[in-house]
């Protein structure tokens, strides 16, 4: 197996410059940008996946702008498109964290990282939610298993040939 196949296909479409205004926007902290041009993108999109990430960004952009109940429906459709899709579960977790429901977002962390055991970012917010209830211990496995796999993300996407930035 090549190290590229690896690579799940959700990590590249970040990457892909049909993206690059949301990606942006959303790094830049322009979440009605991000919103937007999701939005356009959306209704020319038919492709699951693509679905998937963009009703993911939509709703990451739906959040920063506080709109709570816009953000999970997001989430929820991108799950609708792909099931278990790692950061849109990552993110219906996030959610649950910011409204004090610690133990709804560990479920959905874990459903991430059973969907994807190399989606490093689930478990680092798995380590936060743990830290929250003190379970300590169990936020250091997951906060060492995060660093595990950020390392091992890392190599792959080296030997791949692409760059690694950091979000």
Known sequence: MSMVSMVPEYAM??????????????????????????SELLAQCSD????????????????????????????????????????????????SFEGGEYEAAIAHYQRAIAADERYAIAYVNLAAAYKRLCRFDEAVRALRQAQRLDARNAATVAASGRRSRRR
């Open 13 to 38: 479409f970040p990457k892909d410059p049909r993206f690059a205004c949301v990606v942006q926007s959303l790094r830049r902290g322009d979440f009605a940008a991000a919103q937007v041009a999701a």
């Open 48 to 95: 699951p996946a693509e679905r998937a990430f963009l009703l993911n960004k939509r709703g990451a952009a739906r959040a920063g702008l506080h709109q709570l109940t816009a953000a999970r429906s997001d989430f929820c459709d991108a799950l609708r498109a792909v099931p278990n899709y790692p950061p849109a579960l990552t993110n219906l977790g996030n959610l």
